[in-house]
Structures are given as C-alpha cells and as structure tokens.
C-alpha cells in the first residue's frame, strides 16, 4: 500500500502538537491538520466519493488547500489542482476532460466555480470552502466545506492506494492548443517529496518554508507543501506574493527555506527596504524558468546564502535535476538529473546527441515521470518516443555532466536559417543596469522568416532607448542573434508562479 496522506499522518503521530500551517496569527498544528484532513475524507465518502474517483480543488494558499488535498487521499480519489486564474470556461474545461465528480472552491472564486460546475453534469458536488465569513454562503446544494468536516467521522484507516494509482492530476499551461492533465502516481509523488526533503533541502522538524509558490503549482505542491510536511517543519502560508509580505513573514516567523521563481528574487532583491529584514535564510531553491546568472549572484551575495537551481515540469512530479549541496554549483546550471534519473539529449531527428556543449532536446526517463497524459493516447505517444519522456526544452551538457537549459524548444527562434535561443540574449539583458525584466520572442520577418524582439521593463528611476539597447546586445552578441527590435513597456505578463509569459507578448 502507498497514500500520499501517509506523509502527513505519520508527521501528526510524531509530533501532534507542533505547528504544521502558519496563516496571519493562526497556526494549525500536526494533529488538527491530520484530523480535519481524514474527517474531509471521512465526508467526501459520505457524499459516495469512492477510491479512484477526480476531486478538483480551486483554492489558493490556504489551510483549506491542504486538508482538502490530503482529505482526498484519505478517500483514496485523486486530487486535480486548479489554476485559481481560470475564468468559468476554462474550469468546465478542466472539470470535463479530468472526469472530476467534484470541486472545492473557495469563497473569492465562487462565481466562476459554481458557472462551471453547472454546466458540467458529471460534476456531481460543489464544496464551499470559506473563512467562516457570515456573508459568504454556499449555494443551494453546494456542501460548506467547514460543515462536511465537522459532520463526518475521520477515516481511521488510510485507503488502500498501489503505488502506480493516481494521486494528483496536474494540468499543464497549454501554451499549444488545449492544456493536458499529467497523471502522477502515487510513488512519483511521495518518492519526489521524500528526495526533495531529505536529499535536496535536508529538511528536518526545525524546517521553516515561505508557501508563497502557488501550492495548485507542481513547484509549490511537492517541494514545499509535501516535502516540509513530511519533514515535520512549519510551512507558513502566503496566498499573494509581493516582497514586502514576503520579507514581512520571513522576519517573523524566522523562515529559513525559501522557494521562489526568478522573479521572485528579484522582486525581493530590489525591494528598496530589504536591507532592514534581519532574515534567517538558510536555504533557497529556484525553478520554474531560468534564473539570469546576474540575478542568483546579486542575491547571493545580499543574503549570505547559495540559490540552488532546479529543473522540471508538472510531468516529473516535479523534481528533475538540481544543483545540490554537496557538489559545486554552476552558475546558470539545472545541475544533473537526480538520483534514479536519467536524461539524454536528441536532436531532430531523435538522434542522441553525444557531444559536449552542443544543444538537445531534453528526455527523462525514471520513477519522477508521470504515467502519462490523462485520455490522451495520442499525445503519450509523441511525447514517449522511444520509452523516453520528451520535454521540449532544449539544453546542453558540459564535459562534467551538468546541464544548461538553453531554452523551450517552441520558444526557439530561426532567423535567416540561424537558431537563435531567446535565453542567452536575455541573460546579455539582465546585465544592462536599467533592465529589470527582460524576454525575447521571435515575430514574423519577410525575408529572415523571423527577427528577434526584446520586451523590457525597467528599474525604477532608470531610463534608456531602443537604440541603447541595441547597441549593447550589439557588442556582446553574434551579428544573427542580437535583437533588431525593441520594445520597453511598464512590466511583463506574468502566471501564478510570477514566471514570464512569452505566448501573451507574441
């Protein structure tokens, strides 16, 4: 037997009154955690949620997330976390293809959750989850997710899961065509959180964590939420991240693990009253997009501490590779795959590329990779050419085995018959003084076939041009890659994450 609710309840007999969700001046501790969670699964199989059924949740970082996400693997169901951006069609969406039975939304997204689970038959529950506000009433119908608990007995005996169950259906951005829901076992997911914990971040009870990462979030879910669960630390919970609540937190709660995006960072590097925080960092990890090199060596020298990047997707659980601890770290490197993973470089052709320093596309292989796409047969098999996970992002491998995402290879630019990779210009960038934020993107060119275009966003109170930009990139960048237009606006688009979104500047 394997359940992914095993991390909390062994945590809960271990230390029951310990501080397990810290949220403004509330905390939950070990024990209540546990048993909210298993009276949530006690109360989903009242309302005939059985064994290897879909429960959508859309609720941010709160409480509420964790003990409906391990409530339902109390259940034995598989939990189907939900962007809380999504507007009414794109919930239906997710909550039709995952086959979902039913969605727990939160209060401030209501009216989108309840639009769409009307027009989804299959959908057969709505579950309010809510801060016991008096003015915020669930539905006709709908089920008040405070209420199921307090009404239903605990789930005393954990349901039997295998290892290759389902436990989480993560759907992936959809940057082509509609998004796609990757099936996570249960062994990737407690074996991704258990790395994670005890080999990447060596968490133990005095383990503190900022959850500012989106926990519906593959990033968030597994490396801070599980993985510090698991641990036994204190995970303090920040629904919105900006630097100021961050700092804020992590000055009061003596955070010592940090995980953020790289815009995270450099929000926090930049904050004009950083330097006041008298912070307890001990650990930072970064993932989700490549960390320019200027902004890790910025922050760690500010902070005394030694970014650790990463790599993976919603399909890998999402651990990957990493930079850890005990090896030297490489600026600008996702470090090498973890253990128990392999990674291979291809190119075109799906020809293994053996030679150093020369880009691939990256494919993983190993017990992090998802059991596929969910009622997809066609896209696993593209995706799994050849027993290989194909990720679509292109990178190399230096004589030492570490690796460097060079960039998504859809993002990839052809100019003039030229691969252009978008990622080494903007790492040229990020190293103007006047850039803050930088991303290049390919648009339509007559004769090249396409030109590279620089979108910026700059420091405040520094100014300069299109031509200064120009220039610089100039002198530093092949005479095919440097970027012909330029365009400064007032900040990028940005996802849940924080990380930057090319497809709404195309």
């Known amino acids: 037997m ?7 309840r062994e ?3 271990k230390n029951p009154g310990k501080a397990a969700l810290v949220i403004g001046e509330s905390s939950i501790s070990y024990g209540e955690l546990d048993a909210f969670a298993s009276r949530f699964g006690g109360g989903l199989a009242k309302l005939g949620i059985a064994p290897g059924k879909h429960v959508a949740l859309l609720l941010p970082n709160v409480p509420h997330f964790t003990i409906a996400y391990f409530g339902v693997q109390y259940a034995g169901a598989a939990v189907v976390p939900l962007n809380v951006l999504l507007t009414a069609d794109e919930i239906a969406y997710h909550l039709e293809d995952s086959d979902a039975v039913a969605i727990i939304a939160w209060e401030g997204f209501l009216e989108q959750a309840q639009a769409a689970f009307n027009r989804v038959e299959a959908c057969k529950h709505l579950i309010v989850a809510k801060a016991d506000r008096a003015d915020v009433q669930a539905p006709d119908g709908a089920h008040n997710m405070t209420a199921l608990i307090g009404g239903s007995e605990p ?4 349901t039997n899961r295998m290892p290759d169950d389902t436990a989480v259906i993560l759907y992936t951005s959809g940057t082509t065509g509609h998004p796609k829901g990757a099936e996570l076992t249960q062994f990737n997911m407690f074996f991704n959180a258990l790395y994670a914990q005890r080999f990447l971040m060596y968490m133990t009870e005095e383990t503190t964590a900022l959850a500012t990462l989106p926990l519906f979030h593959s990033f968030g879910q597994t490396c801070i939420q599980n993985a510090v669960l698991a641990a036994g630390g204190t995970v303090v919970l920040l629904p919105r991240f900006d630097p100021k609540s961050a700092l804020d937190l992590m000055q009061a709660h003596k955070v010592n693990l940090f995980a953020g995006v790289p815009t995270m960072y450099f929000a926090l590097l930049n904050y004009p009253e950083a330097s006041s925080y008298d912070l307890d960092l001990e650990i930072c990890i970064s993932g989700g ?3 320019p090199v200027e902004v890790m060596s910025a922050f760690d020298e500010k902070y005394g501490v030694n970014i650790l990047e990463g790599y993976g997707l919603s399909e890998t659980s999402p651990v990957a590779s990493f930079n850890v601890l005990d090896r030297p770290k490489k600026a600008g490197s996702i470090g090498m795959p973890i253990w128990g993973v392999e990674f291979k470089l291809v190119d075109d052709d799906d020809k293994t590329v053996t030679a150093a320093n020369t880009p691939g596309e990256v494919c993983i292989k190993g017990h992090n990779v998802m059991k596929g796409y969910y009622k997809k047969p066609e896209a696993n098999e593209e995706t799994f050419k050849g027993g ?7 990178a190399t491998r230096d004589e030492e085995g ?18 252009v990779y978008p990622r080494e210009i903007e790492e040229v960038l990020y190293g103007h003084p006047a850039v803050a934020e930088a991303a290049v993107i390919g648009v339509p060119h007559e004769s090249h076939g396409e030109e590279v275009k620089a979108v910026l966003a700059l420091k405040a109170g520094q100014s300069t041009s299109a031509d200064e930009i120009i220039a610089y990139c100039k002198e530093k960048l092949a005479a095919y890659k440097y970027p012909r237009v330029v365009e400064i606006i007032d900040a990028l688009p940005k996802g849940p994450t924080g990380k930057i979104l090319k497809r709404e500047l195309k």
């Open 402 to 419: 570490y690796y460097f995402i060079v960039d998504r290879k859809k993002d990839m630019i052809i100019r003039g018959g030229y691969n």
């Open 155 to 158: 789930i005393t005996d954990l």
């Open 2 to 8: 394997l359940n992914l609710a095993t991390l909390l």
């Open 289 to 291: 997009s490549a960390m």
């Open 388 to 394: 290989w996970f194909h990720s679509g992002d292109i």
């Open 11 to 13: 945590s809960a007999k």
